[in-house]
């Protein structure tokens, strides 16, 4: 009730941007759909945007049209819901989805977990942050950090598998089976220097 309270509040002044922060943690699962329902129906009423900061992908896959993946303090890929679910780039966002529960999944099956911790962002690492944890990093992974790489006009990704020199790699298999063609890719991705949401 709590939370229906605070954000009743939160929408009343017909704010343009909402940022939400974890709404829904602590919530059992019927609590969760109600507030993200009000949510949607109060966002489609007043016409604001809401900007969901959430750790919970299920979340995610039900309310975003785009999504950021952050990864050290820094946006490390960012798309369309769809091109971030079914044709990720990012070797994080790879772990990330494939740590999820896939309802096709033998009762057998392991879940993948990242391996290491998160860096200390008081001593940020040289290069990709997400290099010591990555079993595809890349030599230059820990010297110079990646610049964005354009896979689609709305699709980036910092990763320096997407350079034309890099070796080809094959994302794991939980990603593979979820991947889907997505239309409007390039043929090769293009190094950029800035992203460009308005495209």
Same mark, same amino acid.
């Given at each position: 009730?709590?939370?229906?309270?605070?954000?009743?509040?939160?929408?009343?002044?017909?704010?343009?941007?909402?940022?939400?922060?974890?709404?829904?943690?602590?919530?059992?699962?019927?609590?969760?759909?109600?507030?993200?329902?009000?949510?949607?129906?109060?966002?489609?009423?007043?016409?604001?945007?809401?900007?969901?900061?959430?750790?919970?992908?299920?979340?995610?896959?039900?309310?975003?049209?785009?999504?950021?993946?952050?990864?050290?303090?820094?946006?490390?890929?960012?798309?369309?819901?769809?091109?971030?679910?079914?044709?990720? &780039?990012?070797?994080?966002? =790879?772990?990330?989805? /494939? /740590?999820?529960?896939?309802?096709?999944?033998?009762?057998?099956?392991?879940?993948?977990?990242?391996?290491?911790?998160?860096?200390?962002?008081?001593?940020?690492?040289?290069?990709?942050?997400?290099?010591?944890?990555?079993?595809?990093?890349?030599?230059?992974?820990?010297?110079?950090?990646?610049? =964005?790489?354009?896979? /689609?006009?709305?699709?980036?990704?910092? /990763? =320096?598998?997407?350079?034309?020199?890099?070796?080809?790699?094959?994302?794991?298999?939980?990603?593979?089976?979820?991947?889907?063609?997505?239309?409007?890719?390039?043929? &090769?991705?293009?190094?950029?220097?800035?992203?460009?949401?308005?495209?």
């Amino acid at each position: 009730q709590r939370q229906r309270i605070v954000i009743a509040l939160a929408l009343a002044c017909e704010p343009k941007i909402l940022i939400a922060d974890e709404p829904t943690t602590a919530l059992d699962v019927t609590m969760q759909a109600q507030i993200l329902d009000l949510m949607k129906e109060l966002q489609q009423k007043i016409d604001t945007s809401i900007i969901f900061i959430t750790h919970d992908l299920g979340v995610v896959a039900n309310v975003a049209d785009r999504v950021a993946v952050m990864y050290g303090g820094q946006m490390i890929e960012t798309g369309d819901v769809n091109e971030i679910f079914y044709d990720p &780039k990012h070797p994080y966002t =790879w772990g990330l989805l /494939s /740590s999820m529960p896939d309802l096709g999944m033998a009762d057998d099956t392991a879940l993948m977990a990242i391996p290491g911790s998160p860096p200390d962002l008081t001593r940020p690492p040289k290069g990709d942050a997400f290099a010591a944890r990555s079993e595809y990093a890349l030599a230059i992974d820990f010297k110079e950090a990646p610049p =964005w790489f354009k896979v /689609s006009p709305t699709h980036f990704v910092r /990763s =320096w598998l997407l350079d034309e020199r890099a070796p080809e790699v094959e994302p794991p298999e939980m990603v593979k089976r979820k991947q889907r063609p997505m239309p409007n890719n390039f043929a &090769k991705p293009e190094r950029v220097e800035r992203v460009s949401f308005n495209e």
